[in-house]
């Protein structure tokens, strides 16, 4: 015995094998027409309109047919009422309905619905019937209603039926390599439009695409977003088992904070690893949810990303934590030097973590807080002009102190806490305390914010956890394609040397092309300078430098008994580039026609 079973499969979208254009419309109920039965004629002889006892392989194949016809014709179609063997579930017979069959049950959403669902039946009774025979095993045409009691598609709206829409698995993959390049929905529809010879030879629309991408969205956090990250860190295990990642969790064992970094960004570290950016400025989402990234530079001057994490608070435990994974991840090797804002949870952390590590403030995040706070107080000079000398033209400690207290006398602010918060952390941006430390010429997070702002070129504030993601790896592979862009010109294109000079020629091999052309200019420079000035004291020789750049204010270049040079400009030691008043000692004084290694 079969069952008779009700299946509304609802609008399919499911192209036949034929074409979806062709003859023009017939079988309109305008039979007193005699171009009309002509055409029907033509259409009665064809080989494309269903017949009562025509065979079909599969149920498959009679819906493709059918289809077609339809798309032929002007409608859709879907597949209705099904029997099916009750014990083996194969169906015995098969009836495919024209889409407006039938009408449409009472919704009960529809008055909450902003904007419902339109009414699209209308009790058409076209219809294709289909039934098992058992000796053959075929499906044979049983029924066939030809007659509808609507009006028909036009030839150039039949690519928007329901049935004659389908993305190809050939498509799926461009509409997701679209998506994930960042190209608009719209743009990228015009694109596929305009490759397949038109939007009517696409085979879906527009809002097609969009529900593709919505549901692979959804699809895409069926774990939950939680879930849906820890199975994206494990895929990313499984490809490369240098992979790091770590979560932790808080009391109700809810995930609190995530720390990830890819093979490379732990190679990276470990070759420019020894300064270090870290901000968490950059919110996430619509939900604020702060970024937060560890950032370097590279020989060739080109931001590097070390690692990345998600914070879900921002608490001293929260940044101890993180700290200690990002050291785990590289191999326990903590930089030099780190640039951070006035975080004070950060503050508490870094040295917790990372003792022997410089922490160095960003001289920018200090400047903008300092307007933020004692604008009032140098209302007549301005702040900038103030606190610019304590960052980068005081040399000596003890100066630094009488000069801050002369600032605090002169502006009555010996009271003010915030000059007091900032002078009691001054070994963390003052120039006498910090310009002996290695900070590859960097005073600032600009780093990581300069990595913010190119963030968001990629993405938006709608990407789910997940989008995120996949847009973060395009901002990696940018970020490392210029990386190997650089490489590329410096094999293969030589440096401009303005000065056809022995050391320029040499440092023109060793140095990469920003850091010559850098040290180019200092060797410019020098040439202008002037040794006005030399002292042997000792076993020490001094000698005072004056050049244009500098204006009235001199440096001093200082060789040990040993033959080592230091300035008291000290680029060498902060930013590893030979500076113009050495250069200039070594040229004028020792003759020095290369640099020593």
Not at 81 to 90: C, F, G, L, P, V
Not at 217 to 236: C, I, P, T
Request: overall charge negative; glycine content about 6%; charged content about 25%.
């Amino acid at each position: 015995m079969a069952e008779m079973e009700e299946q509304r499969d609802g609008e399919q979208r499911t192209v036949g094998d034929g074409e979806s254009g062709g003859d023009a419309m017939v079988g309109r109920r305008h039979c007193g027409d005699s171009e009309v039965m002509e055409e029907s004629n033509i259409v009665d002889d064809c080989g494309w309109k269903p017949k009562v006892g025509m065979p079909f392989d599969s149920e498959q194949a009679a819906y493709n047919f059918y289809n077609t016809y339809g798309g032929k014709l002007g409608f859709s179609i879907r597949k209705a009422y099904a029997n099916k063997n009750k014990h083996t579930k194969e169906i015995t017979s098969r009836t495919f309905v024209c889409y407006k069959e039938g009408s449409r049950g009472i919704d009960k959403r529809d008055p909450l619905v902003k904007n419902p669902r339109q009414e699209v039946r209308c009790g058409c009774g076209a219809r294709f019937s289909i039934k098992l025979d058992r000796i053959s095993g075929k499906y044979l045409a049983c029924d066939f209603v030809e007659y509808h009691n609507h009006d028909l598609v036009p030839q150039d709206c039949i690519h928007m039926l329901p049935s004659q829409r389908k993305i190809s698995t050939t498509q799926a993959i461009e509409v997701e390599l679209a998506s994930q390049s960042g190209i608009p929905l719209r743009s990228a529809y015009e694109l596929f439009g305009r490759e397949s010879g038109g939007r009517a030879s696409l085979g879906f629309t527009k809002l097609d695409q969009k529900n593709y991408l919505r549901s692979k969205r959804q699809k895409d956090l069926e774990y939950g977003e939680a879930g849906s990250v820890l199975h994206y860190f494990r895929k990313k295990t499984v490809e490369n088992p240098s992979f790091f990642y770590a979560v932790q969790l808080d009391c109700d064992e809810q995930i609190s904070n995530i720390f990830w970094a890819d093979a490379q960004m732990i190679m990276d570290y470990a070759q420019f690893g020894d300064v270090v950016t870290f901000d968490t400025t950059y919110k996430l989402n619509n939900e604020h949810r702060p970024f937060g990234s560890f950032v370097g530079f590279n020989h060739h001057r080109e931001t590097v990303i070390f690692g990345a994490a998600l914070m879900y608070d921002e608490t001293a435990e929260s940044f101890t934590w993180l700290f200690q994974i990002f050291l785990e991840a590289m191999s326990n090797k903590a930089p030099k030097t780190i640039f951070t804002d006035q975080d004070a949870a950060m503050a508490k952390a870094i040295p917790i973590v990372m003792p022997d590590t410089n922490h160095r403030l960003c001289t920018w995040h200090l400047m903008q807080n300092a307007v933020k706070h004692v604008s009032s107080v140098f209302d007549d000079v301005g702040v900038k002009a103030v606190f610019s000398k304590f960052m980068h033209d005081i040399d000596d400690e003890e100066q630094f102190r009488i000069q801050w207290d002369q600032m605090l006398d002169k502006y009555d602010a010996f009271d003010n806490h915030w000059l007091e918060q900032t002078f009691r952390v001054k070994e963390k941006w003052g120039w006498p305390y910090i310009r002996n430390s290695w900070a590859a010429g960097m005073s600032t997070t600009q780093l990581s914010e300069s990595f913010n702002a190119f963030l968001k070129d990629y993405l938006n504030c709608d990407h789910n956890l997940m989008e995120f993601f996949m847009h973060f790896e395009r901002v990696l592979y940018e970020k490392r394609y210029k990386e190997l862009e650089a490489e590329y010109n410096l094999s293969q294109k030589l440096p401009r040397v303005s000065i056809p000079t022995v050391m320029l020629k040499q440092v023109a091999e060793i140095y990469t092309k920003t850091i010559f052309e850098e040290f180019q200019n200092e060797y410019v420079q020098s040439i202008e300078a002037s040794i006005i000035g030399t002292i042997h004291d000792g076993e020490s020789t001094i000698f005072t430098i004056r050049t244009m750049v500098d204006g009235k204010k001199e440096k001093i270049v200082t060789m040990d008994g040993g033959g080592s040079l230091s300035c008291s400009c000290k680029k060498f030691e902060v930013k590893g580039i030979l500076c113009r008043h050495c250069v200039k000692v070594l040229r004028d004084v020792f003759n020095a026609t290369e640099l020593p290694p």
